[in-house]
């Protein structure tokens, strides 16, 4: 069965320090893959998206994500995090061709600390 | 902007009596989602919309309903909630059933009394 493994429920970072968010997915082919954000109390904003072509792909706010084939990854960076950036993020997962439901890590909540 | 639109973004309502969240879109898209989103959890798919079709998911309870009277506007019923469907309630589209991208609304927050 298809899945989404997201292993930290929680990360802290300081103020600008650098910032990786880790997303494994388990499927026989290369999905599409995203990564939403969600502050509290709000919906899910798409930060980026990876359909094919260049694995590193660059998003909204500074973030980026770079997709691994060969380790069924699709990690979330950002060089300088800003306290603003403190909310939870989401990886998604839609496996390719016709329709197909969306499958949502559990997400990671992200604490930035001054 | 076009956007979804999400009414109430707050809601309470008593334990068995009825309550209707709504959904809005000025995107035009086809397709239209209602996930319910527990704390710290990841949002859970309730059912969908592609254009008038309604599919259900597997799992979601008959307490559940829904209804699209045209493309804009999309309603989720909740018919005897429980304590248990206190929840964030997000609605969602797609231009189309591959959901490549999915654009959020804010959510409704339900509390059951």
């Known amino acids: 069965a298809q899945s989404v493994t997201q292993p930290d429920i929680h990360i802290t970072v300081s103020e600008g320090a650098s910032l990786e968010l880790r997303c494994n997915y388990s499927?026989?082919?290369?999905?599409?893959l995203f990564w939403y954000v969600q502050s509290p109390g709000q919906g899910l904003q798409l930060l980026l998206k990876?359909?094919?072509?260049?694995?590193l792909v660059q998003g909204i706010k500074g973030f980026e994500a770079e997709f691994k084939r060969s380790q069924s990854s699709f990690n979330l960076r950002k060089p300088s995090v800003h306290w603003s950036d403190a909310a939870e993020y989401f990886c998604?997962?839609?496996?390719?061709?016709?329709?197909?439901?969306?499958?949502f890590g559990i997400g990671t909540k992200l604490q930035v600390i001054p | 902007d076009a956007m979804v639109i999400q009414n109430p973004r707050y809601q309470v309502t008593q334990f068995g009596k009825p309550v209707t969240l709504s959904c809005s879109q000025t995107?035009?898209?086809?397709?239209m989602y209602w996930y319910q989103q527990k704390s710290s959890q990841a949002p859970k798919l309730l059912f969908h919309?592609?254009?008038?079709?309604?599919?259900n998911e597997a799992d979601t309870p008959d307490n559940f309903q829904s209804r699209r009277p045209n493309t804009s506007f999309c309603f989720l019923d909740i018919r005897s909630p429980g304590l248990g469907d206190a929840a964030m309630y997000l609605c969602?589209?797609?231009?189309?059933?591959?959901?490549?991208?999915?654009?959020f609304g804010p959510g409704t927050r339900l509390t059951v009394t």
């Open positions: 969602a589209t797609s231009r189309d059933r591959q959901a490549r991208e999915q654009y």
């Open positions: 499927y026989g082919a290369t999905p599409y």
């Open positions: 990876y359909f094919s072509g260049d694995t």
């Open positions: 998604a997962v839609v496996p390719s061709g016709g329709y197909q439901k969306v499958t």
């Open positions: 995107l035009n898209h086809n397709v």
């Open positions: 919309y592609y254009d008038k079709d309604f599919n």
